[in-house]
């Protein structure tokens, strides 16, 4: 690994000066890190990672968040496509999870119970009654070691995180990994691992907001949207209790390009909007297509690509213009998550339970791959 020298991040449109006579222009650098605040006595860092593209990516130490991401749109003008904050202070306060590696496991436990090799175990129940990523304070608000290289791939940056024992109720001590590649085929790479010495559950989720718009451009209602999935997981009325219900000719249905917002008001809730689990096609554990979401005003495209059995669709419902990031107001619907997953709450039905266990010796292994072009 090549060292990463301390150094104040670049602009978000990484440039090259004009050049001197008898000197080349300068190269924007690839990695840089700069101290980004400090809790609970702990430094928290922000790397940013440019690509042979020019691309930018900035990922925090701090709940492995990725804070911003630049990619171009049909034109080749750069915009910031998550939806973020621009110090430390505003992820600790409410932040709804923007841009966070959840965990120990992502989505909702019904109830806060799960049972265990006979035992039961209380967690906390951080969104009552039930129990959603991780708990109160799970993989999202603590800070994680890093460490950044340049790959032949691309610019590349490793966190880890150890879960002790007990933190926030579960079993078994876990060592869990993140890394983030911006590569040079303007990809976004995810990968996530994790391994423990202890039977225990893990579904690790990545937790980003995507506006392809840009994060302040308004709602993500008139993006169009295909989901590579047939069926979802309808909950009673948030949680899954094991029903698979076939989309065909209901809100559900992204099998074809469809406009977010077109039956959103038929999906019902409140606040109104998606926040459900899909199946996605094929084998559960391959890497495979999962959504396909376009940007119309910008030409902006996303290709998500993963290895896990469901995906949760969520449009952004409780954001209600209360909260500034970067500059911007989010608004309801001001951004939309795909995050690929075990089922969630697997651990309590029966059909599902072996996705969410992790037994001492195996490896739990996660990747998502967002491939970004324009059209």
């Known amino acids: 690994m090549e060292p990463v020298t301390p150094a104040p991040a670049p602009a978000l449109t990484p440039s090259v000066p004009p050049p001197v006579s008898g000197v080349a222009p300068a190269k924007p650098l690839v990695i840089t890190k700069a101290d980004h605040g400090k809790i ?81 175990y209380t967690l906390t129940a951080n969104d009552e009654p039930h129990h959603l990523h991780g708990g109160a304070r799970g993989w999202d608000k603590v800070v994680w070691s890093a460490e950044a290289a340049e790959t032949p791939d691309g610019p590349s940056i490793r966190l880890t995180y150890v879960s002790r024992d007990g933190e926030e109720g579960y079993p078994g001590t876990v060592t869990a990994k993140t890394v983030y590649t911006l590569t040079n085929r303007d990809e976004l790479r995810v990968e996530m691992e994790a391994v423990t010495d202890k039977a225990t559950l893990v579904n690790m989720a990545h937790h980003s907001y995507w506006n392809l718009g840009g994060h302040g451009s308004g709602t993500i209602l008139d993006h169009e949207l295909t989901l590579y999935a047939d069926s979802y997981t309808p909950g009673d009325p948030l949680v899954p209790t094991g029903v698979m219900t076939p989309v065909e000719g209901t809100p559900f249905d992204f099998t074809q390009p469809k406009s977010i917002g077109r039956d959103l008001k038929a999906v019902g809730g409140d606040p109104v909007g998606y926040d459900h689990n899909f199946i996605v096609r094929g084998d559960p554990a391959a890497l495979r297509p999962v959504a396909r979401l376009k940007d119309p005003k910008s030409g902006r495209v996303m290709m998500l690509e993963a290895d896990q059995p469901g995906v949760q669709f969520y449009t952004g419902n409780f954001m209600n213009g209360s909260r500034r990031g970067k500059g911007a107001t989010y608004v309801q619907h001001a951004a939309l998550c795909l995050e690929s997953q075990k089922f969630p709450n697997a651990i309590n039905v029966p059909a599902w339970q072996k996705q969410a266990i992790l037994e001492p010796g195996q490896v739990y292994k996660h990747t998502m791959i967002h491939r970004f072009t324009a059209e």
């Open 40 to 120: 609970e006595s702990k430094d928290v860092d922000i790397y940013t990672l440019t690509n042979a593209n020019g691309l930018v990516l900035k990922v925090m130490t701090y709940g492995a968040i990725i804070t911003e991401l630049h990619v171009p749109d049909r034109t080749g003008k750069l915009a910031d496509v998550v939806v973020g904050f621009e110090d430390l202070d505003g992820y600790l306060s409410g932040n709804q999870f923007f841009g966070a590696t959840v965990g120990r496991v992502a989505n909702r436990i019904h109830n806060a119970k799960f049972k265990l090799e006979g035992k039961e």
